[in-house]
């Protein structure tokens, strides 16, 4: 299992020794990694090298540390799409072989707030609908989701619906057309609100995807932030050379 030099650093070796390793199913999903001691010398490194590896793999979130209990292989992402086109939750779900749904958690009518009439360009007196709900997969929660869109537009009776697409909600008057999004993408640990109803171990990370959707016109008639459970979502971008 001795790490063959190469001219590469030691620690790039490692990664890819233990990338291979997880692969091969030597390491399986959620299984406790050998300790550091153990694992450094079968590898025949130092341990200084071992956990420069190790920190760079946790940060590709293909381990997980924690304290005082070991280090773990994390599950590859169930779900992954590219963010290029805006592809719905469901699709992705769908595409995996698996049965999206959706509970409805909260949806409400109030005043803008500060950041809603910068968002939205709205008057104070413009009121915004608030949906709150949880993406399934097989009955699984995996997404959490909040969204914002102002009152006027939306059809007059969306709070009485149960269940639709926001975005033929938006579009149900033929009057506006959504025609691309900017999406900001941050990770971050355990979510005081998020987590739990996401059903999440502490340790699970999470990948906040925060997209304001514009119309024809450049004005932004939604704003999402989607808390996806990073254990179970990856994202990519295919970038050209110009």
């Known amino acids: 299992m001795t790490i063959k030099s190469d001219s590469r650093h030691l620690y790039l070796q490692v990664i890819d020794r233990l990338k291979d390793d997880i692969a091969k199913g030597v390491f399986v ?9 153990e694992l450094a010398k079968s590898l025949g490194v130092s341990r200084a090298t071992l956990r420069e590896a190790l920190r760079l793999l946790e ?12 280090t773990f292989v994390n599950p ?9 086109q805006l592809t719905s939750v469901s699709s992705m779900i769908r595409k995996a072989g698996m049965e999206p749904g959706t509970i409805y958690l909260s949806s409400s ?7 809603d009439v910068k968002r939205f360009h709205c008057e104070n007196d413009e ?17 959490y989701c909040v969204d914002k869109v102002p009152t006027k537009y939306l059809p007059n009776d969306f709070l009485s619906r149960q269940e639709g697409s926001i975005f033929t909600a938006i579009e149900e008057s033929g009057q506006i057309r959504i025609s691309h999004a900017i999406a900001f993408i941050d990770p971050t640990g355990y979510h005081e ?14 990948l ?8 024809d016109n450049d004005q932004v008639v939604l704003y999402s932030k989607n808390y996806f459970r990073a254990d179970k979502f990856s994202f990519h971008v295919v970038r050209k050379r110009v």
Not at 29 to 37: A, M, V
Not at 59 to 70: A, D, K, L, T, Y
Not at 208 to 215: A, F, S
């Open 59 to 70: 940060e590709e979130n293909v381990i997980v540390r924690r304290h005082g209990v070991g």
């Open 127 to 143: 009121s915004v609908i608030t949906i709150e709900r949880v993406r399934t997969a097989n009955g699984e929660p995996v997404v």
């Open 208 to 215: 906040v995807l925060k997209q304001l959707h514009y119309d």
């Open 76 to 84: 590859r992402p169930v779900f992954t799409s590219g963010i290029e």
């Open 109 to 115: 009518e109030a005043l803008p707030s500060e950041e």
């Open 193 to 206: 609100e998020a987590s739990p109803i996401l059903e999440c171990e502490p340790e699970t990370a999470l």
């Open 29 to 37: 999903e959620k299984e406790k990694l050998p300790s550091e001691f």
